[in-house]
């Protein structure tokens, strides 16, 4: 059973800096598409950024460009999302997903993505 789990979400202020962090479990970690979306109440789920497996190729939500960083760590099943200068406009839950069996594309949209976290709440005060 597949399960991706978040963590690194919290209250920081404006400016600052957090790392989200999502271990996937449950499979071997290869050929996996990740990506990270997030979403603010009465909103569709967002794309903040994704990255492929093969050639760690990554696309970024123009919001988000220069400031975030996705990144996988493979040996340990992990992605991890680094988020700089913070805005109150970046509060939302966020969500990691994964899509296995996927090496060569970077997936910008929910319905590409087979699994998801439970997600973890940024909330960035002004």
């Known amino acids: 059973q597949v399960q991706l789990v978040e963590s690194g979400g919290g209250l920081v202020q404006a400016g600052g800096s957090l790392r989200l962090s999502c271990v996937v479990s449950?499979?071997?970690?290869?050929?996996?598409?990740v990506g990270w979306f997030r979403r603010v109440p009465a909103k569709d789920r967002e794309f903040v950024a994704a990255i492929s497996w093969i050639g760690g190729t990554t696309n970024y939500a123009d919001s988000v460009q220069c400031r975030f960083s996705i990144s996988r760590g493979n040996a340990k099943g992990t992605m991890y999302l680094q988020m700089n200068s913070l805005k109150p406009e970046d509060t939302a839950v966020y969500y990691c997903?994964?899509?296995?069996?996927?090496?060569?594309?970077?997936?910008?949209?929910?319905?590409?993505?087979?699994?998801w976290g439970q997600g973890t709440q940024v909330t960035v005060s002004s």
């Open positions: 997903a994964a899509k296995f069996n996927e090496p060569m594309r970077i997936l910008s949209t929910p319905d590409e993505y087979g699994y």
């Open positions: 449950g499979r071997p970690f290869s050929s996996v598409a």
